[in-house]
């Protein structure tokens, strides 16, 4: 571990460097926002980096915090985008892993209030956790009037574009039982969108909650070491021969760091070659986990090795 | 200054105690929601006391970060619960100190962005100030798609039962801009309602924005130092001889401190004695000043020292 902690260096690699990295790896974790897509456009060489890194025997998981989808509609994207082959299994969203850690770590008998959209819904409802759906029809109701489950154990706090004041005061209200766990999918704090705005994550949306209940949610997406071991049982996949490409310093990279990974910061997506810098900068032990071991322009970067001996 | 914070000593006065403070006393400041009333219902004695404490020659304000209702409706309010002679004049509302603080101090030219209900609206209109209402006729629209204003010049945050998510989005799109001001009329974390239940307040409505934006707002409301500036510029009242009467040692209590006052805690509202104790006993600097200087159970206590001489 001493060696990499060393070489988290923010470096920016290319040619043998690359070769020599990928050679090492047995498995690359790919987030999927801003590394593999943006949006409905895949990233230019991207399809050809996930299918050549296969054909080498590489296992290739997506590790995403967007919980806005189910797997089903993950895979779907993928196969429009041009992705071959790519399953169900490969991907490890937070909607999914948020439902999992209900069913299998916390265990839990009763009902989960879900803030959140399609993604987290379908997730819930496949793993066999019972939820209520923010949005029933009290809407224009006020909290005071508007009925509670009685057996909600758990508030599940996603990415929401429905997000109403009832639910925020509902969940509220589910918060003030102190046995009733508090959960967030992700803590994105916002998302880039077309046209340069910008939109609210589950982080922003979590801290409201935060703020209103004086309780900590329990963050299950990156940069929580979970989704790494939800991989890990399925797959017995090894840190250590594991690469994580991710484009948000604050969530990818120190994900790779929480999980014992080396990391590889993209730079199609949220973060800057200068906010990594700063990091590296910082006398701040803790900013260190926050720099990566080494930076591409894009996964574009690693076609040329890939394509050597095809 | 020593003395008044060595005499911070979270203390339940009585009797002749009381009556000495009342008569070092020129003004008095109290919050409304948890110390006045709860809800429909006046505190038992509260009207007996405001009254006479006018008739002793005492100044009355009302300061309140209840942001919900314009002055107008407070007078009403007032009248309705039994209170005689309360003026608009003497009610300072987070709602109406945030427009008087972008009218003056922010001096916007432009138009503010409001996240808020009635009372915020209302005292927007009543102060001149430009402003474009969280809920046009675009819910149901994706922040993609909706207009934005292109002269929003501030974002102000408050209380809003009908806060949508498309209001938060549509925040984070005009703060992107670095010189669009950030306001929250007040920091309360949540409200307590009838039957138990609770709701969320300004301040977590404020906590989902700050984190979304990285930035942090400006906050009007106690315990921050300008509501007790836009009573003493309009009443030029003496923080020496002034006390501040509040239920929130958070808000309440902090702002009598940070103004300068002298504070009384009473337990008709959110605090407790246990959590002032909990302050008392804190080692950390900065928890002193939540320690009120004195405490009553409600601030019917007051009224036989009142009533003396009548």
């Given at each position: 571990?001493?060696?990499?902690?060393?070489?988290?260096?923010?470096?920016?690699?290319?040619?043998?460097?690359?070769?020599?990295?990928?050679?090492?790896?047995?498995?690359?974790?790919?987030?999927?926002?801003?590394?593999?897509?943006?949006?409905?456009?895949?990233?230019?060489?991207?399809?050809?980096?996930?299918?050549?890194?296969?054909?080498?025997?590489?296992?290739?998981?997506?590790?995403?915090?967007?919980?806005?989808?189910?797997?089903?509609?993950?895979?779907?994207?993928?196969?429009?985008l041009g992705f071959a082959d790519v399953a169900q299994e490969d991907i490890f969203s937070s909607a999914y892993c948020s439902a999992l850690y209900l069913r299998d770590v916390v265990k839990v008998r009763g009902k989960v209030f879900a803030i959140g959209g399609d993604g987290v819904h379908s997730e819930l409802r496949d793993a066999c956790v019972s939820f209520v759906e923010g949005d029933a029809d009290d809407s224009g109701m006020s909290i005071v009037d508007c009925p509670l489950e009685p057996d909600v154990k758990a508030v599940l706090v996603g990415y929401d574009d429905r997000l109403t004041f009832l639910k925020l005061a509902k969940a509220c209200c589910y918060l003030q039982n102190a046995e009733c766990h508090f959960l967030a999918t992700d803590p994105d704090p916002w998302h880039p969108l077309r046209q340069g705005r910008v939109t609210p994550g589950s982080g922003s949306l979590t801290a409201a909650l935060e703020t209103a209940t004086g309780r900590k949610a329990t963050v299950i997406g990156k940069p929580s070491r979970f989704m790494f071991e939800c991989i890990a049982s399925q797959f017995g996949v090894d840190p250590a021969r594991s690469l994580m490409v991710g484009d948000r310093l604050e969530t990818d990279i120190l994900f790779g760091a929480n999980c014992g990974m080396e990391t590889l910061l993209t730079l199609t997506g949220v973060s800057t070659l200068q906010e990594a810098q700063g990091y590296v900068d910082s006398d701040a032990p803790d900013k260190k986990d926050l720099v990566p071991d080494y930076v591409v322009d894009s996964i574009a970067d690693l076609l040329p090795l890939l394509e050597e001996d095809e």
């Open positions: 571990m001493a060696g990499a902690v060393s070489s988290r260096s923010c470096q920016k690699i290319r040619g043998a460097q690359i070769r020599e990295l990928l050679d090492s790896k047995q498995s690359v974790l790919f987030d999927c926002d801003g590394v593999i897509w943006n949006g409905e456009k895949a990233v230019a060489g991207a399809t050809d980096v996930v299918r050549l890194l296969k054909k080498r025997g590489k296992n290739v998981f997506f590790v995403t915090n967007n919980c806005t989808r189910p797997r089903e509609k993950y895979v779907q994207k993928f196969s429009r």
